[in-house]
C-alpha cells in the first residue's frame, strides 16, 4: 500500500471525528505472528455499511486514512442531505446520516474514547441528550470572505468562463484556509440569517469592494459574523474589515436595515492584524446597543460581539442541567469555575450554592461576566483574571480565598494544562464537574486526575452539534 492508491474497502465501524472505519487483514510474514494481524484505514466521507473505492491519503505504522472516490455500494444508514453544499461544505460531516444513528455513534464514540484512551472499562455512561431541534438550532454563524473562490469539479472541468472567481463569502473548504465556498444558504442558523449573507454579498460587490487577500494583505472585507437570540428575537450583524470607511459603513447600515429590520444592532471590527482571526483591534457601534441578549433557563445573559456563548442555546441548558444533577449540591458549597468565561455556568448555578469563584484567561470575558452578574442581580459570583496556562494557585493566595468543594472545568477543545490539572489536585476538592467539547482531551485528563486520587463515577454526552461530530460530554470525579 502506498500513497495514491485505490483501494475496494468494506466500511465496518464509525471513528471519532466522523471517519468510517476499515480493516484489512495483513499477511503473515514472520513465524512471531500467530495469527493475522488486522490494519485500519479510515475513510472520510463514509459510513458502516458502505462499500467504497477510496483514496490513500496518509499512511502510518498501524493505520492509513483514505478518501472515497465512489460508492461501489451505500450504506442503509444513509439519507438525502438537505444543504446542496454537503460534501464540499466541512459544516456537516453527518447531513447524510440518519439521527438516530448520529446520536447512537455518538455515544459509542465516547464510551471508545475513555477505554482507549483514558484505560476505563468500567464507567457508567449515562444516555446521550439528544437535541429536539436539528436545524436552523444555532444562535452564531461566522463567515468568511476570501478572493479565492472554490470551485467545484463541474465548474473547474466546463470551458465557460467562471463568474466572480475572486469574490467568495461563505465557508472555508476543510484543509484549506484560503478556499471559501461561496454559499446563499446554510441549514444550521436560521433563514433570516440567510437572507442577511446573501445582501451582504450582492451589496458589497455592487460597491466593487474586495475581500482582504491572506496573501497580498490588501482589500477590505474579512469576515461576516451573525449572532441571534431564539428567544429574546434580537440579531446582531457583526462585520470584521480591514479598515475604517465612514461612508460604506453608512451606506451598508441603511440598506441593511431598510432590507432586514429585525437586525436590533450593527457592529464593525476593525482588523488590522496579517491573520486571519474574525475580531478586530477595535469596534465601531453602528447602530443599536452593540449587545443582544438571550436567555439560559431564567438566566438572561448579554452578548457582545467578540464574546464566547454557548452556540446552541437549547442544548445549553441540557449540558448545564446535567452539571447540576451531577454536583447534588446541598447549598453551602464553595465552587470554583475554571474557564468561567462570561460566566454562564457560575450563573446558571448560583442559587445552589453559597459562593463561586471564576477563573478565566479572557480579560473581554470578565467584562462580559461583570456585565451579567449585574443583569442577574448575582450577588454571590466572583470572576477574576487569570492565566491558566500557568497557575491560578496565587490568585488564591492573594485573594485569600476559601478551598473549594466543588471545581467545575468547561476548557477548549484542548483541554487542560497540566499545570491546571496539579493545580486541582493540589485543591483536592471532594468533586470535581468537568465539561468537555472534546472527549479524547477529556479522557486524557481525567486519567491524570484519577491517577492523582480521584475516581470516575459517570459520563454523560449532550449533542449540542446535529450533523457535526462534535460531542459534548459531562464527567463527574470523587475524591
Same mark, same amino acid.
Given at each position: 500500500?502506498?500513497?495514491?492508491?485505490?483501494?475496494?474497502?468494506?466500511?465496518?465501524?464509525?471513528?471519532?471525528?466522523?471517519?468510517?472505519?476499515?480493516?484489512?487483514?495483513?499477511?503473515?510474514?514472520?513465524?512471531?505472528?500467530?495469527?493475522?494481524?488486522?490494519?485500519?484505514?479510515?475513510?472520510?466521507?463514509?459510513?458502516?455499511?458502505?462499500?467504497?473505492?477510496?483514496?490513500?491519503? #496518509?499512511?502510518?505504522?498501524?493505520?492509513?486514512?483514505?478518501?472515497?472516490?465512489?460508492?461501489?455500494?451505500?450504506?442503509?444508514?444513509?439519507?438525502?442531505?438537505?444543504?446542496?453544499?454537503?460534501?464540499?461544505?466541512?459544516?456537516? #460531516?453527518?447531513? &447524510?446520516?440518519?439521527?438516530?444513528?448520529?446520536?447512537?455513534?455518538?455515544?459509542?464514540?465516547?464510551?471508545?474514547?475513555?477505554?482507549?484512551?483514558?484505560?476505563?472499562?468500567?464507567?457508567?455512561?449515562?444516555?446521550?441528550?439528544?437535541?429536539?431541534?436539528?436545524?436552523?438550532?444555532?444562535?452564531?454563524?461566522?463567515?468568511? %470572505?476570501?478572493?479565492?473562490?472554490?470551485?467545484?469539479?463541474?465548474?473547474?472541468?466546463?470551458?465557460?468562463?467562471?463568474? &466572480?472567481?475572486?469574490?467568495?463569502?461563505?465557508?472555508?473548504?476543510?484543509?484549506?484556509?484560503?478556499?471559501?465556498?461561496?454559499?446563499?444558504?446554510?441549514?444550521?442558523? *436560521?433563514?433570516?440569517?440567510?437572507?442577511?449573507?446573501?445582501?451582504?454579498?450582492?451589496?458589497?460587490?455592487?460597491?466593487?469592494?474586495?475581500?482582504?487577500?491572506?496573501?497580498?494583505?490588501?482589500?477590505?472585507?474579512?469576515?461576516?459574523?451573525?449572532?441571534?437570540?431564539?428567544?429574546?428575537?434580537?440579531?446582531?450583524?457583526?462585520?470584521?474589515?480591514?479598515?475604517?470607511?465612514?461612508?460604506?459603513?453608512?451606506?451598508?447600515?441603511?440598506?441593511?436595515?431598510?432590507?432586514?429590520?429585525?437586525?436590533?444592532?450593527?457592529?464593525?471590527?476593525?482588523?488590522?492584524?496579517?491573520?486571519?482571526?474574525?475580531?478586530?483591534?477595535?469596534?465601531?457601534?453602528?447602530?443599536?446597543?452593540?449587545?443582544?441578549?438571550?436567555?439560559?433557563?431564567?438566566?438572561?445573559?448579554?452578548?457582545?460581539?467578540?464574546?464566547?456563548?454557548?452556540?446552541?442555546?437549547?442544548?445549553?441548558?441540557?449540558?448545564?442541567?446535567?452539571?447540576?444533577? %451531577?454536583?447534588?449540591?446541598?447549598?453551602?458549597?464553595?465552587?470554583?469555575?475554571?474557564?468561567?468565561?462570561?460566566?454562564?455556568?457560575?450563573?446558571?448555578? *448560583?442559587?445552589?450554592?453559597?459562593?463561586?469563584?471564576?477563573?478565566?484567561?479572557?480579560?473581554?470575558?470578565?467584562?462580559?461576566?461583570?456585565?451579567?452578574? *449585574?443583569?442577574?442581580?448575582?450577588?454571590?459570583?466572583?470572576?477574576?483574571?487569570?492565566?491558566?496556562?500557568?497557575?491560578?494557585?496565587?490568585?488564591?493566595?492573594?485573594?485569600?480565598?476559601?478551598?473549594?468543594?466543588?471545581?467545575?472545568?468547561?476548557?477548549?477543545?484542548?483541554?487542560?494544562?497540566?499545570?491546571?490539572?496539579?493545580?486541582?489536585?493540589?485543591?483536592?476538592?471532594?468533586?470535581?464537574?468537568?465539561?468537555?467539547?472534546?472527549?479524547?482531551?477529556?479522557?486524557?485528563?481525567?486519567?491524570?486526575?484519577?491517577?492523582?486520587?480521584?475516581?470516575?463515577?459517570?459520563?454523560?454526552?449532550?449533542?449540542?452539534?446535529?450533523?457535526?461530530?462534535?460531542?459534548?460530554?459531562?464527567?463527574?470525579?470523587?475524591?
Amino acid at each position: 500500500m502506498k500513497k495514491g492508491d485505490l483501494l475496494e474497502l468494506d466500511v465496518s465501524g464509525y471513528a471519532f471525528e466522523g471517519r468510517g472505519i476499515s480493516k484489512i487483514i495483513k499477511e503473515i510474514h514472520s513465524l512471531d505472528d500467530t495469527e493475522p494481524k488486522k490494519f485500519v484505514v479510515f475513510v472520510d466521507g463514509s459510513f458502516p455499511g458502505d462499500v467504497v473505492l477510496a483514496k490513500i491519503t #496518509k499512511i502510518r505504522k498501524s493505520y492509513a486514512e483514505a478518501k472515497v472516490k465512489t460508492f461501489i455500494k451505500k450504506s442503509l444508514l444513509r439519507i438525502e442531505a438537505k444543504c446542496k453544499y454537503f460534501g464540499a461544505c466541512g459544516g456537516c #460531516k453527518a447531513q &447524510d446520516l440518519d439521527y438516530e444513528q448520529q446520536i447512537k455513534f455518538k455515544q459509542e464514540q465516547v464510551g471508545d474514547l475513555f477505554e482507549r484512551i483514558g484505560g476505563f472499562h468500567d464507567v457508567e455512561i449515562l444516555p446521550l441528550i439528544r437535541a429536539n431541534k436539528i436545524f436552523f438550532y444555532r444562535n452564531k454563524m461566522e463567515y468568511s %470572505f476570501s478572493d479565492k473562490r472554490w470551485l467545484n469539479e463541474n465548474e473547474i472541468s466546463s470551458m465557460q468562463e467562471i463568474p &466572480d472567481r475572486s469574490f467568495a463569502v461563505g465557508l472555508h473548504i476543510p484543509g484549506m484556509f484560503d478556499k471559501v465556498l461561496d454559499i446563499d444558504g446554510c441549514w444550521l442558523q *436560521s433563514e433570516i440569517s440567510n437572507g442577511i449573507l446573501n445582501f451582504t454579498r450582492e451589496f458589497f460587490k455592487n460597491q466593487q469592494i474586495l475581500p482582504y487577500s491572506s496573501q497580498k494583505h490588501t482589500g477590505f472585507l474579512r469576515n461576516l459574523v451573525i449572532k441571534q437570540s431564539f428567544l429574546n428575537n434580537e440579531i446582531m450583524v457583526n462585520l470584521v474589515v480591514s479598515e475604517e470607511n465612514e461612508r460604506l459603513f453608512i451606506l451598508y447600515k441603511e440598506s441593511l436595515l431598510n432590507l432586514h429590520p429585525l437586525v436590533t444592532t450593527l457592529v464593525f471590527n476593525i482588523n488590522k492584524k496579517l491573520s486571519q482571526v474574525a475580531y478586530g483591534d477595535y469596534e465601531i457601534v453602528s447602530f443599536g446597543s452593540g449587545f443582544i441578549y438571550d436567555f439560559i433557563g431564567k438566566w438572561k445573559f448579554r452578548i457582545s460581539a467578540n464574546s464566547f456563548f454557548q452556540t446552541n442555546t437549547a442544548q445549553a441548558e441540557k449540558l448545564f442541567n446535567t452539571a447540576l444533577e %451531577f454536583a447534588e449540591f446541598n447549598g453551602d458549597e464553595i465552587v470554583y469555575d475554571l474557564y468561567s468565561g462570561s460566566g454562564t455556568i457560575p450563573i446558571f448555578i *448560583s442559587k445552589n450554592v453559597t459562593r463561586i469563584y471564576g477563573f478565566e484567561n479572557v480579560e473581554s470575558a470578565i467584562a462580559d461576566a461583570t456585565a451579567n452578574i *449585574s443583569l442577574n442581580n448575582v450577588l454571590n459570583f466572583e470572576p477574576f483574571l487569570t492565566d491558566l496556562n500557568k497557575s491560578f494557585l496565587p490568585v488564591i493566595e492573594e485573594k485569600k480565598l476559601p478551598l473549594p468543594d466543588v471545581i467545575i472545568a468547561d476548557p477548549p477543545r484542548s483541554g487542560m494544562n497540566p499545570k491546571t490539572v496539579k493545580d486541582i489536585l493540589g485543591l483536592m476538592p471532594k468533586k470535581i464537574i468537568y465539561i468537555s467539547c472534546n472527549p479524547a482531551t477529556q479522557a486524557r485528563d481525567v486519567k491524570l486526575l484519577c491517577d492523582g486520587g480521584y475516581q470516575l463515577i459517570k459520563l454523560r454526552p449532550v449533542d449540542m452539534f446535529p450533523h457535526t461530530y462534535h460531542i459534548e460530554n459531562v464527567a463527574l470525579l470523587t475524591k
